[in-house]
């Protein structure tokens, strides 16, 4: 168990140095964006705009600024917004995370479990007609962008039957067609590569010695197939949670959703320096913190692994 | 006369591919008694492990069972409903396999792997049957067994895995026991203690053993009886004795020509040319004619039938018939023929009758 502590903790200490490295580079690209922090910039006078620029620390050489960002940054100081009357970025973000980490995670658990279901139907299924519905169906569910299936589902869910809201965040019944959209594409993939592993582990010589043991087919599959088909998964979910974090932003759009994603873009048009930085400092820090999980979850669940490490 | 455990009569196998039907099995019979270990001989598609698989109710999905039969302890075993297979499987057949790295569950505990058969089969609890499965740790060999029960696969040697894999093979104490080339994928030195850890479960449990090996070598120390395979059909079979002193068919003599022994002259081992025949269209005449220098035209045209030479021993081969010209085997079957004949005077293979194949289940 020490060495699992001691390997968390040199993760953590590579996880700062990252940090610190996407603190420049974008730092820097924001830098370089045309445009001004400054509402109505070219109506201010030199004076008011020295002024203002001063208050905000803006008139000082950019590798100060810099440095000044990174300390304060290194001490949890994440500055005021500019554009939202001041106030800090951390309490900024912090109100809005909330329906986006939901959103998320729902998405991400909708999708991993749906699709290890069809994947593992489909395995089992193999080289049947089930089999090949279910692979046009991912591919369909791969190649279409999650806007469409959320323009479909507020259609036909939302708006005809009338079954659940279409847009709006109030509670539990305003989460299931975002999610459902968001975490089709995940749901996909994960019966793609569920399918393809069981396949593969269906033929290896422990499930002939499986089937020698006397095992049902049942047994076969859920003692034997799923669990090692499983753990090459685990490597897949750092790479979705991805895809779900960038993917968000435009679903939440749709869905009218008061998450980050819709703060994010805002802050970007309006050159709000501060919460540029401090949202992508929170998306780095979430992907990273999702690869540490995988990886240790890839070595709880793989013997293999925990205890060659 | 001893009791036969597992009966095959006349069985006909079938694969059917994108090419035709292959014909894995052309009719073969064999008897396994009780206690004993028959060795199945034979080269790479010569249907030994078709065969086995077919005992165990393990055939591909593209295989046809034509006709025949498969008695175990009376019980018809062809088509036999896969829940009534199922209880039977790993329980009274149970079978090991050859490579030992890749046949445990990578993922699961070998005490689990080990106590799985008796949790299924007699609704064992988890805790007695992990008990069985500690006993029967430490009956195949492995040193230390309470300290490695809770142990994956990947923290043993082959040799050790093998251990486990005959531990996996044995917990529900089978009366018939499949061994498919289980030395095969170990090195030398483990090969031996595998192999005497075999003999000495079957001392202690009783087990049958059909033991499949395409080693002659490996054989000799092992079985009491063999079956030489050729093409889907045995082309020989007889005990241990008779087999290696007394071969009658030109595949058996190929196969002991290619195998040293202390009297191996340097550079005197021989390979039997050509490669087997393909069972897409298996030729009508003896399967093994085309690669056999003492072949006779009829062996063209017609098959072999039995001849029978001791209550134990047969051979497909027209050579052993009245009008068969006399054919001079190879120097060192001559040899194995003239030590024979030293301990057996009575043996003659001018004595060989002719015999219909089910002769060799009654004997």
Same mark, same amino acid.
């Given at each position: ?96 995370? &909330? #329906? ?70 109030? &509670? ?30 269906? &033929? ?34 750092? #790479? ?18 008061? &998450? ?50 | ?103 445990? $569950?990578? *993922? ?71 061994? +498919? ?42 079985? +009491? ?35 040293? *022994? ?36 009829? $062996? ?64």
């Amino acid at each position: 168990m020490s060495g699992m502590v001691k390997y968390v903790l040199k993760r953590l200490g590579i996880i700062l140095l990252t940090l610190i490295i996407i603190i420049s580079i974008t730092f820097f690209l924001m830098k370089l964006m045309p445009g001004s922090p400054l509402a109505n910039a070219e109506r201010l006078s030199d004076t008011q705009r020295q002024v203002i620029e001063a208050q905000y620390g803006l008139d000082k050489p950019l590798i100060v600024q810099y440095w000044n960002y990174l300390v304060n940054a290194l001490q949890f100081n994440f500055g005021n917004s500019f554009q939202f009357q001041n106030q800090p970025v951390s309490t900024l973000i912090a109100q809005r995370i &909330g #329906p986006s980490a939901q959103l998320g995670i729902q998405a991400l658990v909708f999708g991993i479990v749906a699709g290890i279901g069809l994947g593992a139907a489909a395995a089992v299924h193999r080289n049947t007609k089930t089999d090949t519905f279910l692979s046009i169906l991912a591919v369909l569910g791969v190649s279409i962008p999650s806007f469409v299936f959320a323009a479909l589902l507020q259609y036909y869910v939302g708006l005809k039957l009338n079954w659940l809201p279409i847009a709006g965040w109030e &509670g539990f019944k305003f989460t299931i067609l975002p999610t459902i959209a968001l975490g089709m594409q995940p749901m996909a993939t994960a019966a793609r590569f569920i399918r393809t592993e069981m396949v593969d582990v269906m &033929g290896s010589d422990y499930i002939e010695l499986a089937r020698a043991k006397g095992l049902s087919s049942n047994d076969i599959v859920w003692r034997h197939t799923l669990r090692n088909s499983l753990i090459p998964l685990v490597t897949l979910i750092g #790479p979705m949670a991805v895809n779900l974090m960038t993917g968000s932003v435009v679903i939440e759009k749709i869905f009218a959703i008061p &998450g980050i994603g819709g703060q994010f873009v805002s802050s970007i048009l309006t050159n709000d320096y501060p919460l540029i930085m401090g949202t992508t400092i929170v998306y780095s820090m979430m992907l990273m913190v999702v690869l540490l999980i995988t990886d240790i979850l890839y070595g709880l669940i793989d013997p293999r692994i925990r205890l060659a490490n | 006369m001893t009791e036969n455990i597992l009966e095959v009569n006349d069985l006909k196998i079938n694969f059917h591919t994108d090419n035709g039907a292959v014909q894995a099995i052309r009719d073969i019979y064999f008897n396994l008694e009780k206690g004993e270990t028959l060795a199945l001989v034979g080269e790479s598609g010569s249907g030994k492990s078709v065969t086995t698989r077919t005992i165990m109710g393990l055939l591909a999905k593209n295989a046809e069972i034509e006709r025949g039969s498969i008695q175990f302890k009376g019980k018809e075993l062809i088509d036999l409903p896969e829940n009534e297979f199922r209880s039977i499987r790993g329980s009274e057949i149970a079978m090991i396999f050859q490579d030992p790295m890749t046949s445990l $569950d990578p *993922t699961m505990k070998i005490g689990q792997q080990i106590a799985e058969p008796l949790i299924k089969h007699q609704g064992m609890g988890k805790k007695e049957a992990w008990d069985k499965a500690l006993d029967m740790m430490n009956l195949v060999g492995i040193p230390n067994a309470k300290a490695h029960i809770n142990d994956y696969p990947h923290q043993f040697s082959g040799g050790m895995r093998q251990r486990i894999v005959i531990a996996i093979a044995l917990i529900d104490n089978p009366e018939v026991l499949i061994a +498919d080339e289980p030395t095969t994928a170990l090195d030398v030195t483990i090969q031996a203690q595998i192999l005497d850890l075999m003999k000495k479960i079957q001392r202690e449990l009783g087990t049958s053993i059909i033991f499949i090996t395409h080693d002659l070598g490996v054989v000799a120390g092992m079985a +009491d009886r063999v079956a030489v395979m050729y093409a889907g059909q045995i082309v020989e079979v007889g005990t241990i004795d008779e087999i290696y002193g007394f071969p009658q068919h030109p595949y058996t003599w190929g196969l002991l020509n290619s195998m040293p *022994t202390t009297q191996t002259n340097k550079g005197s081992l021989e390979a039997i040319p050509g490669t087997p025949p393909d069972l897409l269209n298996p030729p009508v005449g003896d399967a093994f004619a085309p690669r056999n220098k003492y072949a006779l035209a009829i $062996d063209e045209k017609k098959q072999p039938p039995y001849f029978q030479l001791s209550p134990t021993h047969f051979a497909a081969t027209w050579l052993l018939d009245e009008h068969a010209p006399e054919v001079v085997p190879p120097l060192t079957v001559q040899q194995r023929w003239a030590k024979y004949k030293q301990a057996h005077p009575e043996a003659d293979k001018k004595q060989a009758k002719p015999v219909d194949a089910s002769a060799i289940l009654s004997r």
